[in-house]
């Protein structure tokens, strides 16, 4: 009788619509213009993170240039060229390939449709031109882009940009705001306001309306898209957005700055029903060096039960914060943080995994 009672309870909780997906972790990483690499290597790296048991993976639409990074890697235009609403889908395209290349792979992808540092302070995009944005050299001062985010007209066209890439169709016609089998999560933007003062701390609000709108009743993300820091990660307003389901944290501040900060964004985000993701973090230096940063932070991290995303995985590695199969006791570092992630006892529940 106790049985039947169980099963009652339980079908019960089926029909009314909840869910029993237990709180849950896991791994990924970035490789913002993989879908540019020759396609060798672009296979290789997915192979490899398939084998690592790396679950997503993070780019941007953004211009990229020839060769980048010590890569084989084609040039393409943004998706916008010219000016804001001129569309040339080539880069979208590109995109689509990888996705047909990481789904059989078990690897869905997190995409930023847009990146704050093409915002006249490492690139210069149409915005730029057509609002006039301050340029820099970001290697000695961020540029003052705030007119992109307070700017009516300009946040009309982002507006349009987003609605574009969502309504993008995969090549068996499914809308990318549908392509839950090949798309985790939509970031609002990479680093918005990054190295800026948050000129308008509703910005992400508002635009994650823009994607909610798209998704419907998808199971993709909506996530932020990080800041420059902990503090940018973690915009207070962001917590109480309705439509906002992940806080992503961007810190390269090492594990001291983890243990700091994360029992208090976890607290925070329980609280008001948001999901937690470390979505960019990265260790530079020598093979050995790499590896044991990466093993400090990947350990913290599964203790407190956050699904992270290692800044970035590509071919081929360097001494800089890329990071590949020839660095054999990172890759290490790697693989085993990604099997104890899967396994860990989650601070949240994530059910549009692979």
Not at 136 to 145: D, G
Not at 172 to 192: K, M, R, V, Y
Not at 243 to 268: C, L, Q
């Amino acid at each position: 009788m106790v049985s039947l009672k169980l099963f009652g309870a339980l079908a019960s909780l089926l029909c009314s619509g909840l869910s029993l997906v237990a709180a849950n972790s896991f791994a990924g990483a970035s490789s913002y213009f993989l879908y540019t690499l020759q396609q060798s290597d672009r296979l290789a790296v997915l192979d490899a993170m398939q084998a690592a048991g790396l679950k997503t993976l993070r780019i941007f639409v953004t211009e990229v240039a020839e060769n980048i990074k010590g890569c084989t890697n084609s040039a393409v235009n943004d998706v916008e060229v010219g000016s804001p609403g001129q569309w040339d889908d080539t880069i979208l395209n590109m995109i689509n390939t990888l996705i047909s290349e990481a789904m059989p792979r078990g690897i869905k992808l997190i995409i930023a449709p847009h990146d704050r540092y093409a915002l006249g302070c490492w690139q210069s995009d149409v915005y730029v031109s057509k609002y006039k944005i301050p340029t820099s050299n970001c290697a000695t001062a961020p540029n003052n882009a705030s007119i992109f985010y307070l700017n009516s007209n300009a946040i009309a066209d982002y507006d349009k940009r987003l609605q574009h890439i969502l309504a993008f169709k995969y090549s068996d016609g499914t809308p990318w705001s549908q392509l839950s089998n090949g798309i985790f999560a939509f970031n609002i933007e990479n680093e918005a306001m990054g190295h800026m003062n948050m000129v308008d701390n509703q910005w992400w609000c508002h635009r994650s309306g823009t994607i909610r709108n798209a998704l419907g009743s998808s199971s993709i993300y909506v996530s932020t898209g990080g800041g420059a820091d902990w503090s940018d990660s973690l915009n207070y307003y962001n917590f109480y957005c309705t439509d906002i389901d992940i806080i992503d944290i961007h810190s390269y501040d090492g594990t001291s700055a983890i243990n700091s900060n994360m029992p208090g964004a976890i607290n925070t985000a329980k609280q008001q029903g948001k999901l937690l993701m470390m979505e960019e973090w990265g260790v530079t230096g020598s093979d050995s060096d790499k590896a044991s940063g990466m093993t400090s932070q990947i350990n913290a991290l599964n203790g407190y039960g956050i699904p992270w995303s290692l800044w970035e995985v590509v071919k081929p590695s360097s001494t800089d914060f890329e990071t590949f199969t020839d660095e054999t006791q990172a890759w290490a570092a790697i693989k085993t943080g990604a099997a104890k992630a899967d396994s860990a006892a989650g601070a949240f529940t994530f059910k549009n995994l692979p």
